[in-house]
């Protein structure tokens, strides 16, 4: 008898454990594993990084795509972001010069700037040809940080070109090639980039330019989009907290296909597509459209840029 009070004293106990076990699994549940409200404001709520809300007004509902092209499949079409702002500038806007660079002829709001975009590979430069022959402005490489060790090496000939350039009378800006795997060394470089900029006469951007790497294994071959954008992001502002005015530099394959556009809308773009026309829906600012370019003073091929904007007026 006495056992059998023993067994029915631990099955109550057990019961009474189970049900207490539960009341706190619920508890706990509301309490830490609620939803977030996107537009939440209140302090608790506020959120670390960047974050894009995935709603089905994230995209276009009124049809417009965006055409492509693929290896495998042919033409291929993506749905335009709806707050993303489009380009304006069609191919019928465009003619050339007297020097044969690209011009601007489409609306009065809209004047045109011609430009290079030059580091060490160029060499030594003579610069007063180089702004005699037409050329109005010259974006410099500041460094770069290698594929493989991720270390930060500044151009030999930076000093030597930003030099002649503001001699010359050119307008300048830089760039500085990018291979970051987290926001910290976007900054890092962001830094680097502005120490070597420090009493110098920045007229035009400082620019943001992470590249793929496709020849080679590199260490940002599984950088995640997400982590891409918060790189963007991180140089960017660091950039604009300095004084500067950031841009960003992509081609047009990585840009629509590995950039969160919506993130980076608010900053300047400047897209690479060499062909007749940029096959790049959204807006950009300039366009770098060949990589075969003749300017006197330079030997060998440079880089030509069509710039929409003049930032030497802002």
């Known amino acids: 008898m006495k056992k059998k009070n023993i067994l029915k ?3 109550f106990l057990e019961l009474f454990a189970i049900i207490i076990l539960a009341v706190v699994a619920v508890v706990f549940a509301a309490k830490y594993s609620r939803t977030i409200p996107a537009n939440s404001s209140t302090a608790d709520d506020i959120r670390i990084r960047p974050y894009i809300e995935k ?8 049809g417009k795509k965006i055409l492509m092209h693929s290896d495998t499949l042919g033409e291929i079409f993506i749905p335009a ?5 489009a380009s304006t500038i069609t191919q019928s806007d465009l003619t050339e010069d007297e020097h044969g660079f690209l011009q601007y ?16 590979h160029q060499g030594s430069i003579d610069w007063e040809l180089v702004k005699a022959s037409g050329i109005d402005f010259v974006i410099i490489r500041a460094g770069y940080r290698t594929y493989g060790g991720g270390i930060i090496t500044m151009d030999n000939n930076f000093s030597a070109n930003i030099n002649g350039a503001e001699a010359a009378g050119l307008d300048v800006g830089v760039y500085f090639y990018s291979q970051a795997i987290t926001p910290d060394e976007a900054i890092e470089e ?35 989009v997400e982590t891409l954008a918060d790189c963007c992001v991180s140089f960017c502002e660091r950039v604009k907290s300095a004084g500067y005015t950031p841009m960003i530099y992509q ?48 030997e060998g091929p440079v880089d030509l840029n069509i710039l929409f904007k003049d930032y030497s007026k802002e």
């Open 81 to 85: 972001f709806a707050d993303v702002p």
């Open 251 to 298: 081609n047009s394959s990585t840009a629509i296909n590995k950039l969160d556009l919506p993130r980076i809308k608010d900053y300047d773009f400047w897209v690479a597509d060499y062909s007749s026309f940029p096959s790049f829906y959204y807006k950009y600012d300039m366009w770098q459209y060949t990589a075969d370019g003749e300017v006197a003073g330079i």
């Open 190 to 224: 962001a830094d680097a980039v502005l120490n070597a900029i420090a009493g110098k006469n920045i007229t035009y951007p400082v620019i943001f330019d992470w590249e793929i790497i496709s020849y080679d294994k590199a260490r940002t071959d599984s950088v995640t």
């Open 9 to 11: 004293a631990m099955v």
């Open 105 to 120: 002829c489409g609306s009065e709001d809209i004047s045109s700037k011609i430009g290079i975009d030059i580091s060490e």
């Open 55 to 62: 709603e089905q007004t994230f995209y276009q509902t009124d």
